[in-house]
C-alpha cells in the first residue's frame, strides 16, 4: 500500500472512532457499553498509531523529526500499558493513558503550528524539517494532525472510565494505603 493510502485508512478509522465514540457517549443506553469498551478501543488506538509511525519511518523510510520523536515517546508507551491493562483488567491505567495522551496531545498541537506557520519556529533543522508534511490524507490530515487525533481519542476514552470509575466511588489506591 502506498504512504497515502495507509494515511487515509488511519484517518478513516480515527474520524470513525471519533463519531462512534461521541455518539455512543451521548445516548445514555450505550454510554455503558463505551465505558466498557473504551480500554480495548483506547489499546487498539495506540498500538495502530505505533505501527503506523513505525510503517512510516522503517518501511516507507520518512525521517521522524524532532516533534515526532517526542510524539513517539508519549505513543509508544500507550501501545504497551494499554493492552497490558486490558489483559489484566486493570482500568486505573487509564489515569496513565489520560497524562500521556494530554502530553502528546500538545506537542501534536505544536507540531501542527510549526507546519501551518514554519516561519515561526526554530525547533526544525534544514536536513530533518518539521514543517516536512510528507503525507495528507484526503488532502488535509497530516501525521501531526492524525497523531493529535488519535492522543485526543485516547484521551477522550480514558477521561470517560475516569468519571466513570469516579461516580461509582472507585478510587485508585494511594501509595500510602
Given at each position: 500500500?502506498?504512504?497515502?493510502?495507509?494515511?487515509?485508512?488511519?484517518?478513516?478509522?480515527?474520524?470513525?472512532?471519533?463519531?462512534?465514540?461521541?455518539?455512543?457517549?451521548?445516548?445514555?443506553?450505550?454510554?455503558?457499553?463505551?465505558?466498557?469498551?473504551?480500554?480495548?478501543?483506547?489499546?487498539?488506538?495506540?498500538?495502530?498509531?505505533?505501527?503506523?509511525?513505525?510503517?512510516?519511518s522503517?518501511?516507507?523510510?520518512?525521517?521522524?523529526?524532532k516533534?515526532?520523536?517526542?510524539?513517539?515517546?508519549?505513543?509508544?508507551?500507550?501501545?504497551?500499558?494499554?493492552?497490558?491493562?486490558?489483559?489484566?483488567?486493570?482500568?486505573?491505567?487509564?489515569?496513565?493513558?489520560?497524562?500521556?495522551?494530554?502530553?502528546?496531545?500538545?506537542?501534536?498541537?505544536?507540531?501542527?503550528?510549526?507546519?501551518?506557520?514554519?516561519?515561526?519556529?526554530?525547533s526544525c533543522?534544514?536536513?530533518?524539517?518539521?514543517?516536512?508534511?510528507?503525507?495528507?490524507?484526503?488532502g488535509?490530515?497530516?501525521?501531526?494532525?492524525?497523531?493529535?487525533?488519535?492522543?485526543?481519542?485516547?484521551?477522550?476514552?480514558?477521561?470517560?472510565?475516569?468519571?466513570?470509575?469516579?461516580?461509582?466511588?472507585?478510587?485508585?489506591?494511594t501509595?500510602?494505603?
Open positions: 500500500m502506498s504512504p497515502e493510502t495507509v494515511a487515509a485508512l488511519f484517518a478513516t478509522c480515527l474520524l470513525a472512532g471519533f463519531a462512534g465514540a461521541i455518539a455512543a457517549y451521548a445516548a445514555p443506553a450505550t454510554r455503558s457499553r463505551l465505558i466498557a469498551a473504551a480500554p480495548p478501543i483506547a489499546a487498539a488506538v495506540a498500538i495502530a498509531a505505533t505501527a503506523g509511525s513505525l510503517y512510516f522503517e518501511h516507507v523510510g520518512f525521517v521522524p523529526c516533534l515526532c520523536w517526542y510524539q513517539r515517546i508519549a505513543m509508544y508507551p500507550m501501545a504497551i500499558i494499554l493492552p497490558l491493562a486490558v489483559l489484566l483488567r486493570d482500568r486505573l491505567v487509564m489515569r496513565y493513558a489520560l497524562a500521556l495522551a494530554g502530553i502528546g496531545l500538545a506537542i501534536s498541537a505544536y507540531h501542527i503550528q510549526v507546519q501551518w506557520f514554519p516561519e515561526r519556529s526554530n533543522s534544514f536536513d530533518d524539517p518539521c514543517s516536512a508534511k510528507w503525507v495528507e490524507a484526503f488535509v490530515f497530516t501525521i501531526p494532525q492524525m497523531a493529535a487525533m488519535a492522543f485526543t481519542l485516547i484521551g477522550l476514552l480514558s477521561v470517560a472510565v475516569i468519571v466513570d470509575q469516579s461516580r461509582r466511588g472507585k478510587q485508585p489506591p501509595a500510602l494505603s
